[in-house]
């Protein structure tokens, strides 16, 4: 005889012992792999690729909620016969990564990246890799990731380096990568570019500058005002409005820069608001985007004024080598001497913050390498215009095409150490040798000086290749012709544009193919109240003290569950613990139906048919039908957290609440034990692989205990078709409905509902849950129904079987009986069965005592000065307090009677 299951379900000694079980079984591999001799190239694959979190990272819920819905997706695919594929890997993460190392090393050794060496400072960040790069995916297999780990890949890996070095190569011969300098955002503490997706604007709390413009020649001046006073060392023009009356008079005479005494000219421009400030601008494309566009208009020079660490260059004449704020203050108040000033005054504005170190960000001129996006952007609005790709939800396309349609050259080039180096060289005479491999000598003239170019690719540059590179590419893999291009990209819908856009451009141009059909986003997570997760918060979830707390399975399913493509969720660890105790009613369910086929143990093995299904065999048969119909619709539909639900609503209220209370009845008569025990094998083995891709492990663990439970038992034959281990089990393929299933359900819920407003009625009445009492039934039309369930209405209603009344009709109603009526069945339940006459009277009597003394109390108040001096409204609420209590007396008053 098997064993029976603990009492309760130990998820820290489970969770790490079945996932080693799965791995060591290969069931993360693809059984269908075009590496091995039985390869069948017509088995369809399913396949994601991960997006790749930063190699140096540590797990947070964001993490969390990618890795739960993608194990989702791909358990179920698993379950339903595809080959299988999950590719794991880490990104470099440029900039996240070196500043995690600079900061290290200006803290352990007080020394600079710049001191220590380009060289030496990539040695160390390679060893920082190798310490803390495995720390992120240790804690995604703790989420129970069934990731093919054989696969796992780095996008700084020898062969997604090659992947990257060809991408680049072949847009540059195609003439579609340039360099060339470009308004770009600087960041001054990181000293290199950032992109415009990788700026956050602030609201906060500036100064307003009004300064004199004075026109050469003359006392007259032109009114300006700036946000950035340091930047009136770049201006190279004055504009206004053309049609302005105060100021159209200047328009081509010269002003002169405050302080450098540079002259400049006054243009009219129809970009200038007359309404806002002064109504004159001060031009400096050099620092300013809008500018930079009046300039090329005009034909303005472009002046930097600020060199890569934000401090003032040779073009700031005395001012060079001060701080931009620094320069600012000093300027301004030499300014002020000279009679230049205006005045000052406060102002909202939007202040351009780095997202990676919070600095302000610097609008500079820098020497750039670009792509040329519009023809990789066209590419991919077709491809979603015309259904190559779906995106989940739908209403992301819009904003997708609205990127697309206004997008801008992609600034590739990062003035950054750690990642892939640009591959060009450099000759002394400026030729540019552009190779797949390190050339030895300059292509143009064969100088054997040659330098390869500082900077190194955006990090996008490399991840947006990250679908095919992974697979093998450039190289005709037989990994890549098989699972590429993959099936669903799944990702936060925060980096539809940093990384699905740049990956379909990216595929599109590379493969010739879409890289994925489907696109499906989730949301944020943000707190209880729906405010963003922040440390300046302390409001932060840390997934990994959650599992250890409550187990992986509940937060995996308050996380599925909880969210809906595309929208935000709110998480309170409240909800994983009501998950967490979803868990052990799965784990005691398991319990009772192992022990309820153990019973069978002494039973002789049974050839002949059972005996008839009973209302509830068939009703509960029936409602499961249902749920896997419905389920599979959700999953079909992406809607995961629905089905989650509905799989939690049957297993907790029909399976557990309703069934297995019958079922301890129905296992006590012998010609129906056997079919019982069936019954509860075949619905929970069913439930538990519909929960698998939601709650992996116990889901693993109970139905590991039910197979071996029903493979020494009596009823063996049901699990003759099962395999070893619930993760490749057979998803439960929806059945359609036979006919006989309406009318059972609408039996049963009959039932349901007597048994429901019988409890109700005890529960008002206070009668204690062991008292058994009496009741008679009009019954009607549905007489024999209730005569053939009697038995199930006695158990859960706690009638006392010897009591009970069934009739077709009463010829009068019983005199001190509680009436119910339920659809056409009349039900009465005599008080006086109902509780105990002496107690009852005690305990009406001492709530008639309490309402007299309220009533009194209220009554003396408000014949007090309290009813003139108090708020007519306050007095009100006790006038109404007052009319409750007596209302109550009266009731008591009755029932005493």
Not at 196 to 213: R, W
Not at 460 to 477: C, H, V, Y
Not at 841 to 865: G, P
Request: charge should be negative; hydrophobic fraction near 40%.
């Amino acid at each position: 005889m098997t064993k029976e299951l603990p009492k309760a379900y130990d998820f820290k000694d489970t969770e790490s012992r079945i996932y080693a079980m799965w791995e060591a079984g290969g069931y993360f591999k693809p059984h269908n792999d075009p590496n091995n001799a039985d390869f069948d190239p017509n088995v369809k694959p399913f396949v994601i690729s991960i997006p790749p979190p930063n190699v140096t990272g540590e797990l947070h819920l964001g993490h969390a909620m990618f890795v739960s819905v993608e194990d989702l997706m791909i358990r179920y695919h698993r379950m339903k016969g595809y080959s299988t594929l999950w590719v794991p890997g880490t990104d470099h993460a440029g900039i996240a990564t070196q500043l995690m190392v600079e900061r290290d090393l200006l803290r352990t050794e007080e020394i600079t990246r710049e001191e220590l060496g380009r060289e030496k400072f990539l040695e160390r960040t390679w060893a920082w890799k190798k310490k803390y790069g495995g720390l992120i995916t240790t804690q995604i297999r703790r989420l129970g990731a069934s990731c093919d780990w054989d696969r796992e890949r780095f996008t700084l890996d020898e062969g997604l380096s090659r992947a990257v070095r060809e991408a680049f190569v072949r847009l540059y011969e195609k003439g579609m990568i340039y360099r060339g300098p470009r308004l770009i955002n600087w960041s001054p503490g990181l000293k290199t570019a950032v992109s415009d997706l990788e700026v956050e604007y602030s609201e906060e709390d500036a100064t307003l500058y009004y300064f004199k413009y004075m026109v050469k020649d003359s006392d007259e001046f032109i009114p300006v005002a700036t946000i950035r006073p340091e930047t009136i060392l770049g201006d190279t023009a004055v504009a206004v409005h053309p049609e302005d009356e105060r100021f159209k008079k200047f328009i081509g005479k010269t002003a002169i820069v405050p302080m450098l005494g540079r002259e400049i000219p006054v243009i009219g421009d129809e970009y200038v608001s007359m309404e806002f400030g002064t109504g004159a601008l001060k031009i400096t494309p050099g620092h300013d985007p809008n500018d930079y566009a009046i300039a090329h208009r005009h034909n303005l020079p472009i002046i930097s004024i600020l060199d890569k660490e934000a401090k003032v260059n040779e073009h700031g004449g005395k001012y060079q080598g001060l701080d931009r704020f620094e320069a600012r203050k000093q300027l301004w108040a030499e300014m002020k001497e000279a009679g230049l000033v205006i005045k000052t005054e406060p102002y909202r504005t939007t202040i351009p913050r780095s997202q990676r170190g919070g600095e302000i960000v610097e609008p500079m001129i820098s020497e750039q390498w670009f792509v040329k996006i519009e023809p990789l952007a066209k590419a991919a609005l077709e491809a979603v215009k015309d259904g190559r790709i779906k995106i989940v939800p739908e209403r992301f396309e819009k904003i997708y095409f609205n990127w697309l349609e206004n997008i801008k050259d992609w600034c590739i080039s990062r003035q950054l150490w750690w990642g892939h180096r640009i591959p060009v060289w450099y000759c002394p005479d400026g030729h540019m040798t552009c190779a797949r491999e390190d050339p030895k000598q300059c292509a143009t003239c064969g100088s054997k000086d040659i330098h390869q170019d500082d900077d190194v690719l955006d990090t996008w540059f490399s991840s947006g290749l990250w679908p095919f590179s992974t697979l093998g590419w450039p190289d005709e893999t037989p990994d890549l012709k098989y699972f590429y291009p993959t099936s669903y990209m799944e990702t936060g819908y925060d980096i539809l544009f940093f990384w699905v856009a740049r990956m379909i451009m990216s595929g599109l141009e590379y493969t010739g193919v879409a890289p994925f059909h489907t696109v499906y986003l989730h949301g944020l997570i943000r707190d209880e109240h729906g405010r963003k997760m922040s440390k300046t918060y302390g409001n932060v979830i840390d997934p990994l003290t959650v599992m250890d707390e409550l187990g992986t399975d509940a937060l995996r399913f308050t996380l599925l569950v909880g969210a809906t493509p595309g929208n935000d969720m709110n998480l309170s660890v409240k909800k994983v613990e009501a998950n967490r105790n979803f868990a052990n009613k799965v784990w005691n369910a398991g319990r009772f139906v192992i022990n309820a086929i153990n019973s069978l143990a002494d039973d002789r093995p049974q050839t002949a048919d059972h005996g008839q299904w009973t209302l509830a065999d068939s009703w509960i048969w029936a409602r499961l039908q249902t749920l896997a119909r419905d389920v599979e619709r959700q999953f079909q539909n992406f809607q995961y957290g629905q089905a989650g639900q509905q799989i939690y609503d049957f297993l907790w209220s029909d399976f557990a609440d309703w069934y297995v209370e019958i079922a301890k009845e129905q296992m006590k008569t012998a010609d129906h034990r056997r079919q019982t025990a069936e019954t509860l094998t075949r619905v929970l083995d069913t439930t538990l692989r519909l929960l698998h891709p939601f709650t992996p492990f116990i889901t693993e663990e109970v139905w590991g205990h039910l197979h071996s439970a029903v493979r020494e038992s009596p009823i063996s034959n049901l699990s003759k078709d099962w395999p070893d281990a619930l993760i490749v089990a057979k998803w439960p393929e929806p059945r359609d409905p036979e006919g006989w299933e309406a009318e059972k359900i609408a039996d049963f819920e009959l039932i349901q509902e007597i048994v429901r407003s019988i409890r109700n009625l005890r529960a008002e009445k206070n009668v204690a849950p062991s008292k058994k009492i009496a009741a008679s039934f009009s019954a009607g039309a549905k007489t024999g129904l209730l005569k053939a369930q009697s038995t199930v209405i006695a158990t859960l209603a706690g009638l006392d079987p010897s009591q009970i009344s069934i009739l077709q009709s009463l010829k009068e109603k019983p005199a001190d009986s509680a009436a119910l009526v339920v659809g056409s069945v009349e039900i009465y339940l005599p008080l006086a069965g109902m509780a105990d006459l002496a107690s009852e009277k005690t305990r009406l009597e001492k709530e008639l005592k309490e309402a007299e003394s309220h009533i009194q109390r209220l009554e003396k108040l408000l014949n007090s000065d309290f009813a003139q001096k108090a708020p007519p409204a306050l007095v009100q609420k006790e006038r109404d307090k007052l009319a409750a209590y007596k209302d109550t007396a009266e009731k008591i008053k009755a029932q005493l009677r």
